[in-house]
């Protein structure tokens, strides 16, 4: 009954006419090729595959799949290309990195619009977070180029090679970001395969790496999917491995190189850990609770899937997400009202829905707001899941959704445990208004980021990586340039 009451409530005083994001001045190619020592070309194979927007399930362009012969190409051109830019001074080779960050901003609107139809985040999010914050790690590294002698003391840093890079679909342009910019900022060149769900940023990226002058082959842009990414992991030319994707492929990555001398970095999964104490400004809580699991459609390696309440003030946090939960518009990805947009694809979808039934099966209490899900296209309501312990599957696995598991605890002692009590490590939050608590549970959490009455906060100079199966090796902050530089 209360769950109807407050839908009601809420439809009756907010109801928001349609805020549609423009779509005329985005130029979106039919046919996209790869991008391979400066230019478009065409894939040996004749190979391509179809994009789709996620929200309604339409083709957006064909995009070419990258054969062996296509990665053997973009080494080649990476290796060629490494000779002068890793000889280029650090001076020089910021201008460049600069200049991809200005065309950036200059397009951002651009990027936002073609991040949200192919991926189906909402534009608020593409617009506010996504792509200035791409920008800015352009930036940030940008200014590392020529300091590098700072940022490693007494010691002279050489690039690596040829990094082969692979990203996954959740932050298209960022994770393209977070991978070129220190690279190219250390003096190596790249081969970067985005996910194949979500490759249009990427390939608008190589448009303004074209128009930025950056010489040829620096950055090569292959698409494609699994098949592609396994052929730059085993290519014999490359130095290192940079991947973020799932813990599974990243196991794989790990076995495939083990042996070689490849240099490896992986950002894997996570099923962070949001702690609320009693002492905590509730209703700030409330809305750090829906930003760490419902930002982008819960598809967030860090997101705060595990809810830990004190009991003391359990009800009330519960009864206030509730209504929130109420309040959250799901819908098209472009509207500028939108929380929560589509899911990135079938294939998540299906996996969402198969965690759900798993949550209900193994006993769980669910809640879903009442909304009306749009007829195309791939949703999931935001969810939760009460009476849920630590051994169930959903408190245990990576669900990559708009799925969250509540449990309470009563100690700091008791929550510290729960908390570490899983394979993952890469993220956690902490809401209290006392520093000495929180400061204490940084200490004991393991996870790589812990935030302290926020979350899903990001930042190029901060470090981000996680512990045991969420990673090896950090990206961002002067440790992100580390996995790129080696010492005599
Ligand atoms: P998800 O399961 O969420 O799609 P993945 O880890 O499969 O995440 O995908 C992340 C990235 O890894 C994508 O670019 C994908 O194409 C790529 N990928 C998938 N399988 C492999 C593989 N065997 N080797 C290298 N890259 C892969």
């Known amino acids: 009954m209360h769950k109807k009451a407050d839908s009601e409530m809420f439809k009756a005083l907010w109801a928001y006419d349609k805020a549609a994001e423009s779509t005329d001045h985005i130029q979106i190619k039919k046919k996209y090729e790869l991008f391979i020592d400066g230019k478009f070309v065409k894939p040996i194979k004749g190979a391509y595959f179809d994009t789709v927007n996620p929200s309604n399930n339409e083709k957006i362009a064909s995009v070419a799949e990258g054969s062996s012969e296509d990665v053997d190409k973009a080494v080649k051109a990476a290796r060629k290309a490494f000779k002068g830019w890793s000889k280029l001074s650090g001076r020089e080779r910021g201008k460049y990195i600069y200049r991809i960050a200005r065309l950036i901003q200059e397009r951002a ?74 690279a190219l900022a250390t003096g190596n060149t790249v081969v970067l395969k985005p996910a194949e769900t979500t490759p249009l940023t990427a390939l608008k990226l190589a448009e303004i790496i074209e128009e930025s002058g950056l010489p040829k082959g620096v950055v090569n842009i292959v698409t494609g999917a699994g098949e592609t990414g396994a052929e730059i992991v085993n290519h014999p030319d490359i130095d290192k491995i940079a991947f973020t994707g799932s813990t599974n492929v990243g196991k794989y990555i790990q076995k495939a190189i083990a042996g070689t001398s490849k240099k490896l970095t992986l950002e894997l999964g996570g099923k962070g850990a949001n702690i609320i104490f009693e002492d905590a400004a509730i209703d700030q809580a409330v809305e750090g609770i829906i930003n760490a699991i419902f930002f982008n459609q819960g598809h967030v390696c860090c997101a705060g899937s595990r809810l830990f309440v004190q009991e003391s003030v359990a009800d009330v946090v519960i009864q206030k997400l509730k209504s929130r939960m109420e309040t959250l518009m799901v819908g098209s990805p472009l509207d500028k009202n939108t929380d929560i947009g589509a899911i990135n694809s079938k294939k998540q979808l299906q996996t969402i829905e198969d965690y759900i039934k798993i949550g209900l099966n193994e006993g769980c209490e669910i809640y879903q707001p009442t909304c009306d899900l749009p007829k195309k296209g791939y949703w999931c309501p935001p969810t939760l899941f009460l009476n849920v312990s630590q051994s169930h599957r959903i408190v245990q696995e990576e669900i990559f959704g708009p799925v969250l598991a509540i449990q309470t605890f009563r100690t700091i002692d008791e929550v510290i445990e729960k908390a570490n009590n899983t394979p993952y490590g890469l993220s956690a939050g902490v809401w209290t208004q006392t520093g000495s608590k929180l400061f204490y549970l940084t200490q004991k959490l393991n996870a790589g980021i812990v935030w302290g009455n926020t979350f899903n906060k990001f930042d190029p100079t901060s470090p981000f990586g996680g512990y045991k199966e969420s990673g090896i090796g950090r990206e961002g902050g002067l440790h992100g340039l580390k996995s790129y530089v080696k010492f005599d």
């Open 109 to 182: 609107t651009e990027f936002a619009v073609i991040e949200s139809l192919d991926g189906g985040k909402p534009i608020r999010e593409s617009k506010g977070i996504d792509i200035p914050l791409a920008a800015n790690h352009f930036f940030y590294y940008a200014g590392w180029a020529d300091k590098l002698s700072y940022a490693f003391p007494n010691r002279t840093p050489k690039p690596i090679g040829v990094a082969g890079q692979i990203i996954p679909w959740n932050f298209p342009l960022l994770m393209a970001a977070w991978k070129i910019a220190p």
